[in-house]
């Protein structure tokens, strides 16, 4: 039967990489499935192999692509969208390349968080941010990609919060992939251009992540948050490792340990 059964989800940015494989895993547990993504000719092929996923291009940095969203009364709406990072140190950014992820990652997370609030939405919606382990570590040659992702977590604590106080019953998550994933487009943009840097190889990069994840891992993590998602009480920023989903302070002490 699958354990999301009748649920309604949208993967915004799920046309590749680790939103595709958001969108298998809901779709594999039942869940009927909306992706939204800038690329027609990647929503025709998709809507082409796999019946019943429905397709929509759209800017998920237009306000009316999230009414739009919206109207489709979702249980679980999942935005792993954002623009590629520049691949440069920052003495060779203009600001306008810097900012990049701001006006987008962090725009569309923006979006959905004040929408949801203040229309409001029905209880129990689950909203994901997919964010990044450079929010953490940083990123010095990827501009305001690292501070961007670590908004997209405050944003999930600010609108819980608000969700909180106005007694709307909403949930919001950041789940943040720790480690660079050689077969996303992210990874398959800046593992090589982070190896350079360091004067070392790809594969010699790879070997130094520690507690490295699949994107099939976050799509997991999704899943298992979609079906139970975590008490309020255990906060609102997940980070996906090796070893599962935890908190940022159970992370720290995996990386100690």
Same mark, same amino acid.
């Given at each position: 039967?699958?354990? $999301?059964?009748?649920?309604?989800?949208?993967?915004?940015?799920?046309?590749? /990489?680790? @939103?595709?494989?958001?969108?298998?895993?809901?779709? @594999?547990?039942?869940?009927?499935? $909306? +992706?939204?993504?800038?690329?027609?000719?990647?929503?025709?092929?998709?809507?082409?192999?796999?019946? @019943? %996923?429905?397709?929509?291009?759209?800017?998920?940095?237009?306000?009316?692509?999230?009414?739009?969203?919206?109207?489709?009364?979702?249980?679980?709406? %999942? *935005?792993?969208? /954002?623009?590629?990072?520049?691949?440069?140190?920052?003495?060779?950014?203009?600001?306008?390349?810097?900012?990049?992820?701001?006006?987008?990652?962090?725009?569309?997370?923006?979006?959905?968080a004040h929408y949801a609030i203040n229309t409001p939405v029905k209880p129990g919606t689950l909203v994901i941010? +997919?964010?990044? @382990?450079?929010? $953490?570590?940083?990123?010095?040659?990827?501009? /305001?990609?690292?501070?961007?992702?670590?908004?997209?977590?405050?944003?999930?604590?600010?609108?819980?919060?608000?969700?909180?106080? *106005?007694?709307?019953?909403?949930?919001?998550?950041?789940? !943040?992939? $720790?480690? &660079?994933?050689?077969?996303?487009?992210?990874?398959? &943009?800046?593992?090589?251009?982070?190896?350079?840097?360091?004067? +070392?190889?790809?594969?010699?990069?790879? !070997?130094?992540?520690? &507690?490295?994840?699949?994107?099939?891992?976050?799509?997991?993590?999704?899943?298992?948050?979609?079906?139970?998602?975590?008490? &309020?009480?255990?906060?609102?920023?997940?980070?996906?490792?090796?070893? /599962?989903?935890?908190?940022?302070?159970?992370?720290?002490?995996?990386?100690?340990?």
């Amino acid at each position: 039967m699958g354990k $999301l059964k009748e649920k309604e989800a949208v993967v915004i940015g799920g046309s590749r /990489g680790t @939103g595709l494989a958001i969108v298998h895993a809901l779709a @594999g547990e039942g869940a009927n499935v $909306l +992706i939204v993504s800038r690329n027609p000719e990647s929503l025709t092929e998709l809507a082409a192999t796999l019946p @019943g %996923v429905q397709t929509m291009a759209a800017d998920a940095t237009d306000e009316a692509t999230i009414a739009n969203i919206f109207q489709t009364e979702p249980d679980i709406v %999942v *935005l792993a969208a /954002g623009a590629k990072p520049p691949i440069k140190p920052v003495q060779e950014l203009d600001w306008a390349t810097f900012s990049a992820n701001w006006n987008t990652d962090v725009k569309a997370a923006y979006l959905l968080a004040h929408y949801a609030i203040n229309t409001p939405v029905k209880p129990g919606t689950l909203v994901i941010f +997919i964010s990044s @382990g450079a929010a $953490l570590f940083g990123s010095p040659i990827s501009g /305001g990609y690292a501070g961007a992702k670590r908004t997209q977590m405050f944003l999930a604590n600010y609108a819980q919060e608000a969700s909180n106080r *106005l007694s709307l019953g909403l949930r919001f998550i950041a789940l !943040a992939p $720790l480690r &660079l994933m050689p077969d996303t487009s992210v990874g398959e &943009l800046v593992i090589p251009a982070y190896a350079a840097y360091n004067g +070392i190889s790809e594969a010699d990069f790879i !070997a130094r992540m520690s &507690l490295p994840q699949t994107k099939e891992n976050v799509a997991e993590s999704v899943v298992a948050m979609a079906d139970q998602p975590p008490s &309020l009480k255990d906060g609102n920023v997940w980070f996906v490792s090796g070893k /599962g989903a935890v908190t940022e302070t159970k992370l720290k002490e995996l990386l100690n340990s």
